[in-house]
């Protein structure tokens, strides 16, 4: 799969389950190369996004949050009532399983150039079963524990926005 159409099954997805995503030329603001949070929708400038992966983790931010706090979330993705901690490893817990739905190698959202070089750590937490960032998917009723038996146990998802 090329770059093109790894962006173009993200982008697909993002809209199947309901977030909003528009393809716009995005400047030197964008957080990450080519992409931008702008009061709850997903800006995407292909012509400068350098991982399709990202797409995933930032999509992850606006789907882990409460429905009514969506369009509060712009820039660097952080609530003005309380730390974004919590929300940013729920994001990375959603951008992993997303990948996996999406039947994507984990590597394009954990990649080696992000989480301050922690990517590839991260990715072997989530390959032996340390699952960060589980607990508020679990809460906003988005999976189950991986000790549950059935659908919906976490890699996978019953829903995917809070």
């Not at 093109?4 to 909003?20: A, K, S």
């Not at 949070?37 to 606006?62: C, F, N, Q, T, W």
């Amino acid at each position: 799969m090329t770059n093109e159409d790894v962006t173009d099954l993200i982008i697909g997805f993002l809209r199947e389950i309901g977030l909003t995503v528009s393809e716009t030329e995005l400047g030197d603001e964008a957080f990450l190369p080519g992409i931008l949070v702008s009061s709850g929708e997903l800006l995407i400038d292909r012509s400068r996004l350098k991982y399709p992966g990202d797409l995933l983790h930032e999509a992850g931010h606006l789907a882990v949050v409460p429905a009514e706090q969506r369009t509060c979330l712009s820039g660097t993705v952080e609530l003005g009532a309380g730390p974004m901690d919590p929300y940013e490893a729920a994001a990375v817990a959603w951008s992993y399983a997303a990948a996996l739905h999406l039947n994507l190698d984990p590597r394009l959202v954990l990649h080696a150039d992000g989480y301050m070089g922690m990517g590839e750590r991260l990715l072997s937490n989530f390959q032996l079963g340390v699952y960060l960032g589980l607990p508020p998917l679990i809460d906003a009723g988005l999976t189950r524990s991986p000790l549950s038996a059935g659908r919906g146990s976490y890699p996978s998802m019953i829903k995917w926005l809070a």
